[in-house]
C-alpha cells in the first residue's frame, strides 16, 4: 500500500527530474568543442566549455582593406544568412574588435596557404590565416560547427551557438581533388556550380573537369568550331549532349576561383578522342570523320600521331584553354590509347608535353603517360596500374593517388547500387575512407605524392541526384584523407562523425547513400 505521504514524496521527485530535464533542454548546453563532428578533421581542437552565440548583434569585421578578405566575409555573411535570416553587416576595421566575427591575415603560412586557426570565445569569434585561402578554409570549419539547420535554406529558430576553444588547422596533402566527367553526359553550368558548392564544403580544393572523351566534346575551342558544335552534340545513349562556351568555362572558373578551387580541365589523347575524330576528318588517319559514338566501350579511336595536323589541332586547342584556364596544369588524358601504338604513343605524349609547356603549363597525365619520358615537373595520376606509378616516380614526377577500388566514385557502393559500374570493385564507405595514399604502393613514398583524387566518371550517371548519390557521402572521407595526416584517422571513430552529417547533408538537399555502416540513426 502507497501511502498519502509516500504519494506526495513520489510527486515532488517526478517534478524535480522535470524540472531539470526542463532545464537541460532550454538552458545553454555547456557545449565542448573538441566533439563536434568537423570534416575533414583538424589538427587540433582544445575546448573551454563555454558558447559563443550568433545573433541580431553580430558583426563580420575584417581587417585592413583587401577587397578580397571583404568578399571572404560576405561570402560567410551570405551562408548564415538564410538559415538564421540575420543580415549580417560586413566591415573593415582597423584592429581586433571586442565582440563579432572578426578575420584577419594575421597568421601565417608555414603550413600551407590554407592552414588557418580559430580562436573562439564568448563574444569574439577570431578567423586567422595566412592568406585568403586560408580563411576560405576556416569558414567551412565554421559552419560545421553551428546547428545543422543553419545550412537550411528557410528561416529557422535558434539559437545559433558555437562552442567556444581553438583550433588549429592545415591540410596534410596540397592536392586535394575530385574530377567530374562532363563527357558521358553533360551537366551544365547551374550543376558544376552545386558540385563545386557542396565540394568546397569538405575542404576540396581541385575540380578537375574531364572535357572531352570519345561521347562527347564540352568545351568551345574558336579556331575548331566543330568540336563542340559538332562533337558535342550528343553523349552517351543518344541524349542532346552540350558544351561550355568559352564564357561559361571562366564562369566556372571564376565561380571555383572563388571558392578556391582550381579548375584542371582535361582533353583526353590520343585515345579517348572519337568526338574529335567525328568533328574533323583531318584528325583521323584516313581523312574521313568518324560517326558520334554513344555506346560505352572505349580503346578503339586515336588522333593521327604521324600528321602534323594533328599537333596543330593540339597547339590550338592547349593554347585557348591555357589561356581561359589560371590553374598551372592541364591534363593531357593518355588513358586507355589501345589503338595507339606503342612506337607512337610514346612520341606523342613527349611532343605534347613540349606543347603544353610552350602554353605555360605542367601536365597531369592517368598513369599510362609514364611509358613516355616525362617531366620531374610533370604529374601521372595512378588509376589502376602500379607499375606505371613507379614508372613516374623513377622519372622524378609526383603521383595523383585515384586508385580506381578506393576513389573512383563511380563504383557501386554493393550489389544493391542502382546506378555505376563495378568493373574495379563494390566501394563501401569504410573501404573508400580506409586507406593511405602515403603507403598505398610499395616503392611511393609520402614525398612523391602531390594528394587524392577521386573521379566520377559519368557513363551511367545522368543527373544531379544520381552524381551526389554516387559522390556523398564517400568524398568527405576521401577529403579527410587529403586534409587529415594518418595518424589521425580511424574509420570507427570517422563513422561517428560522419553520422553527425547526415542532418547536414538533408538540410543541403544531398541525396545521399545512407550506407548501414554509419550509425545515422540516433544522433540529434
Ligand atoms: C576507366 S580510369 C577509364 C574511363 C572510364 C572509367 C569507368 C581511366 C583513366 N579510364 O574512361 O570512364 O574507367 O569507370
Given amino acids: 500500500m502507497i501511502n498519502k505521504k509516500q504519494n506526495l514524496t513520489a510527486i515532488t521527485i517526478i517534478a524535480y527530474v522535470m524540472l531539470i530535464l526542463q532545464i537541460s533542454c532550454t538552458a545553454k548546453t555547456p557545449t565542448d568543442l573538441s566533439k563536434e563532428s568537423i570534416i575533414p578533421k583538424p589538427v587540433s581542437i582544445t575546448a573551454t566549455g563555454d ?43 582597423a584592429s581586433e574588435p571586442k565582440a563579432g566575427i572578426y578575420l584577419t591575415l594575421s597568421g601565417d603560412t608555414k603550413q600551407g596557404d590554407e592552414s588557418y586557426e580559430l580562436v573562439i570565445s564568448k563574444n569574439l569569434l577570431i578567423l586567422s590565416a595566412g592568406s ?16 545543422a539547420k543553419i545550412e537550411l535554406s528557410a528561416k529557422q529558430e535558434g539559437p545559433w551557438e558555437i562552442a567556444t576553444g581553438t583550433i588549429k588547422d592545415y591540410p596534410d596533402y596540397s592536392y586535394r581533388g575530385v574530377m567530374l566527367d562532363v563527357s558521358r553526359h553533360f551537366f551544365g553550368v547551374s550543376d558544376v556550380k552545386r558540385f563545386i558548392d557542396l565540394i568546397s564544403y569538405y575542404k576540396i580544393n581541385v575540380l578537375h573537369l574531364h572535357l572531352s572523351d570519345d561521347q562527347g566534346w564540352r568545351i568551345e575551342i574558336k579556331s575548331w568550331p566543330n568540336l563542340a558544335t559538332h562533337g558535342g552534340s550528343t553523349q552517351v545513349d543518344g541524349g542532346n549532349g552540350g558544351y561550355y562556351t568559352q564564357d561559361q568555362y571562366s564562369d566556372i572558373v571564376k565561380y571555383a576561383m572563388e571558392r578556391y578551387i582550381t579548375i584542371v580541365p582535361e582533353i583526353d589523347m590520343p ?17 574521313k570523320a568518324t560517326e558520334l559514338y554513344t555506346g560505352i566501350e572505349v580503346g578503339f579511336s586515336t588522333l593521327c600521331t604521324t600528321k602534323d595536323v594533328t599537333y596543330k589541332f593540339i597547339d590550338d ?46 601536365i597531369i597525365g592517368w598513369d599510362d603517360i ?16 602500379v607499375k606505371n606509378a613507379n614508372a613516374a616516380v623513377a622519372q622524378g614526377a609526383k603521383i595523383i593517388m585515384s ?66 548519390y554516387m559522390v556523398f557521402p564517400r568524398l568527405p572521407g576521401i577529403a579527410e584523407i587529403g586534409w587529415t595526416a594518418s595518424p589521425l584517422r580511424n574509420w570507427d571513430e570517422y563513422k561517428g562523425r560522419l553520422a553527425k552529417h547526415g542532418n547536414r547533408f538533408k538540410a543541403m538537399e544531398i541525396d545521399y547513400f545512407e550506407s548501414k555502416l554509419v550509425p545515422w540513426g540516433g544522433v540529434k
Fill in 51 to 93: 558558447n559563443f552565440t550568433l545573433n541580431d548583434g553580430t558583426g563580420i569585421f575584417y581587417q585592413g582593406e583587401s577587397e578580397e578578405v571583404k568578399q571572404i566575409g560576405q561570402y560567410l555573411a551570405g551562408r548564415l544568412k538564410p538559415a538564421t535570416g540575420l543580415n549580417i553587416e560586413v566591415k573593415s576595421v
Fill in 317 to 362: 586547342v592547349v593554347r585557348e584553354l591555357a589561356a581561359l584556364t589560371p590553374g598551372p596544369y592541364i591534363h593531357i588524358g593518355g588513358d586507355e590509347s589501345h589503338s595507339t601504338k606503342p612506337e607512337d604513343y610514346i612520341p606523342f605524349i613527349n611532343k605534347v608535353q613540349e606543347i603544353v609547356a610552350s602554353h605555360g603549363k605542367q
Fill in 271 to 287: 585515345g579517348h578522342t572519337n568526338a574529335a575524330l567525328a568533328s574533323y576528318a583531318e584528325l583521323n588517319c584516313n581523312g
Fill in 403 to 468: 586508385p580506381s577500388i578506393k576513389a573512383y566514385l563511380d563504383m557501386q557502393y554493393d550489389k544493391s547500387t542502382k546506378v555505376g559500374l563495378h568493373w574495379a570493385a563494390y566501394i563501401e564507405l569504410d573501404s573508400a575512407y580506409n586507406w593511405d595514399p602515403a603507403t598505398y604502393i610499395p616503392g611511393v613514398k609520402k614525398e612523391n605524392v602531390l594528394g587524392v583524387e577521386a573521379a566520377l566518371w559519368t557513363e551511367t550517371i545522368t543527373n544531379m541526384n544520381d552524381i551526389e
Fill in 370 to 385: 609514364s611509358a613516355a619520358t616525362i617531366k620531374p615537373n610533370s604529374f601521372a595520376q595512378h588509376w589502376a596500374n
Fill in 132 to 147: 585568403p585561402a586560408g580563411l576560405f578554409r576556416g569558414i567551412q570549419t565554421i559552419r560545421q560547427i553551428l546547428p
